[in-house]
């Protein structure tokens, strides 16, 4: 039975949370969530990235590496599409938004290697989604870690007014909130299952 795409589309988001369950892009969720604005830009961008390279990756993987029977290379030529992309999301960002593209810094470029990104590409290949599939995925994936990034900076806003034991202050408290929030994310679990 085949999966629908609004189905995959909202497990994406909810259920299947590409960054509450399966912990992929931590390491830019958990540095660039201080702020909110970083983190809605942030969040536009890997959303962008992730749409756009899991539609590219799935015409790349099925009409050039299948028929050429060249499928031992995928992780490379995922890797490829998904840094061309990102270079040219950097230098949109660069030139529409002075502000935000030295705001997000270095985690601009290094949404290149976020495993989020490669991850959505992989899990699309070996649960063999059409391309309609594939892009509510991979649009659904990136809303689900925008929603995610954009719910850590909120909450890390308001508790950075608020008394924090020394011993959670930075990362140990984000990774607790991340945790509790995986929890609330996992509460969804029972509507739907695409894995």
């Not at 912990?23 to 890997?46: H, T």
Request: glycine share 8%.
């Amino acid at each position: 039975m085949e999966i629908n795409a609004i189905v995959i589309f909202f497990a994406a988001i909810f259920t299947s949370n590409i960054l509450l369950t399966n912990f992929l892009g931590m390491c830019s969720f958990l540095s660039v969530s201080k702020e909110i604005e970083s983190s809605l830009g942030l969040g536009l961008a890997v959303f962008f990235v992730l749409t756009l390279t899991t539609a590219l990756n799935y015409i790349v993987y099925h009409f050039i590496l299948v028929s050429l029977d060249i499928v031992y290379l995928q992780y490379i030529v995922f890797i490829i599409v998904i840094a061309a992309l990102v270079q040219l999301i950097e230098m949109v960002i660069e030139r529409f938004s002075p502000v935000l593209y030295y705001t997000l810094g270095i985690f601009l470029p290094l949404i290149t290697v976020n495993c989020a990104i490669l991850g959505v590409s992989l899990f699309m290949i070996i649960r063999k989604y059409s391309f309609i599939q594939s892009l509510a995925f991979g649009a659904g994936s990136g809303l689900g870690w925008l929603l995610a990034i954009l719910t850590l900076a909120g909450i890390r806003t308001k508790i950075r007014e608020k008394f924090v034991p020394t011993g959670l202050q930075g990362a140990g408290l984000s990774l607790i909130i991340t945790g509790i929030m995986a929890l609330a994310f996992i509460g969804f679990s029972g509507i739907v299952v695409i894995q």
